[in-house]
């Protein structure tokens, strides 16, 4: 049995070329720019399209992510907390709590929809 496997991909043919160490690791840093890999970015460039500098960078993106889960993490606690002791607080603070954390919700779902951007 030597038959060969067939490849189930969508390009059938394949590209490829030699490029020395500075261009490879020019390539690399704006592939790495776009969030892309080397294949990816060096394909979009030649096939024309138009790629646009992220607003932010990636590392920094991603480290802004961790940080929002952490905070909305910890904003479900106290919301959890809160709501489970109740009988502790007047209405007016529960009100005021309430509208503090509804603010704070609002800010990180705003901070979440710019960094999906």
Known sequence: MSEQKKENRREERQVKFRVNEAEFEKLSYLAEQQGMSVPNFVKSKAQGTRLRNPKVEIEG?????????????????????????????????????EQQLSGIQEGVKGLWEQLSR
Do not use: D, G, H
């Open 61 to 97: 993106a991603k480290e802004i992510a961790r940080q929002l889960r952490y905070y909305n993490s910890n904003l479900n606690q106290l919301v959890k907390w809160i709501n489970t002791n109740k009988t502790l607080y007047e209405p007016t603070e529960l009100k005021a709590m």
